[in-house]
């Protein structure tokens, strides 16, 4: 599954986790666990649901989201359309692919693509983006909700 060619506008994050799949589709799909490591939100892991992650306020735009694909516990893939009047909106797609381990764990694969020449300055900072998404730049998306697993390879 990991084979999987990745578009060259995408940022790519592989991890290993301590923690067996279910447990980390549940980081991924329930609000209160992503909130934990991403911002807060209306997640449903539902295709063809629309949810909004939001940040602190007076920070950060909602991100509105719809899930274009979910299969438990292994993929889940939703849009990623960042709100704001002043710049151009993003409009990427994040995928989540989760794979168990030998060891019980699961290797996790973040790619976040649709980076185009047009993305060059990201809403959110209004400044040059460097080939990193938001979700890659996230420190506590290094502890993850599930607590204990290794660090992230970013």
């Known amino acids: 599954m990991m084979s999987d060619p990745t578009p ?22 329930e609000p209160e666990l992503l909130a934990a490591w991403l911002l807060p939100n209306d997640i449903a892991a539902e295709e063809g649901r629309h949810f909004t992650l939001r940040g602190a306020p007076g920070t950060d735009k909602p991100v509105d989201c719809e899930v274009l694909a979910a299969e438990p516990p292994r993929l889940l893939r939703y849009s ?4 704001d009047a002043e710049a151009r ?21 973040i790619v976040h693509s649709g980076f ?15 080939r990193r998404s938001r979700l890659a730049a996230q420190p506590r998306i290094k502890a993850m909700a599930v607590g204990g697993g290794r660090r992230w390879a970013a």
């Open 80 to 83: 990623w359309r960042g709100r």
């Open 8 to 29: 060259d506008d995408a940022v790519v994050v592989d991890c290993d986790l301590d923690h067996p799949p279910e447990k980390v589709w549940r980081a991924l799909t």
């Open 116 to 130: 185009g020449v047009e993305a060059r300055a990201l809403p959110w900072t209004g400044r040059p983006a460097p």
């Open 89 to 109: 909106p993003l409009d990427t797609v994040v995928t989540f692919t989760l794979d168990g381990t030998a060891a019980g764990g699961t290797r996790l694969r």
